[in-house]
């Protein structure tokens, strides 16, 4: 005798649990995100009454008079500009001797080296190709100026 089992399939009636919250966020979550988008829009302070905080026009650049435009210079970058144009006249290795002494003379300098020695690497690409700007390389500021030529022509 043999014994088969019957199996009766349960069926559903209507939708899980599962499907019906899915169903309840597919329908409610956009509508929160447009809102919240909306509410976090409005809150943003687009105008100001301060005009120390405004937003300058081009045209207003014209406008400004000589004394705001001839604001002192920080040292790092009259020290840069300077040595840029070493680097034009001279050579990059006469630069980065100078910007090693300018470190030496001042330490405050130092936190501002690795950004000249990069802008300097830059520089020597420009002015001599990647190849002849590589043989001027210098550890100078942790080899901030390989790095320079690196980013400059890869």
């Known amino acids: 005798m043999k014994h088969t089992h019957t199996y009766t399939q349960r069926t559903r009636r209507g939708p899980g649990p599962a499907r019906r919250i899915g169903r309840s966020l597919a329908l409610v979550l956009p509508v929160v995100l447009v809102l ?18 405004s937003v300058l026009a081009a045209s207003d650049v014209a406008e400004l008079d000589s004394t705001e435009r001839a604001k002192p210079r ?10 840029l144009m070493e680097l034009q006249d001279e050579d990059p290795g006469v630069a980065l001797t100078h910007l090693q002494e300018a470190v030496n ?3 405050s300098l130092a936190k501002h080296c690795t950004a000249i020695a990069r802008a300097l690497g830059r520089a020597a690409v420009r002015a001599y190709g990647p190849t002849r700007a590589q043989g001027f390389a210098r550890p100078v500021c942790d080899t901030s100026y390989a790095t320079g030529v690196a980013a400059q022509f890869a």
């Open 105 to 107: 003379e001042r330490p």
């Open 36 to 53: 919240s988008g909306t509410l976090a829009v409005t809150k943003v302070q687009w105008t100001t009454t301060d005009p120390d905080q």
């Open 74 to 83: 920080a040292p790092h970058e009259v020290l840069q500009d300077k040595l």
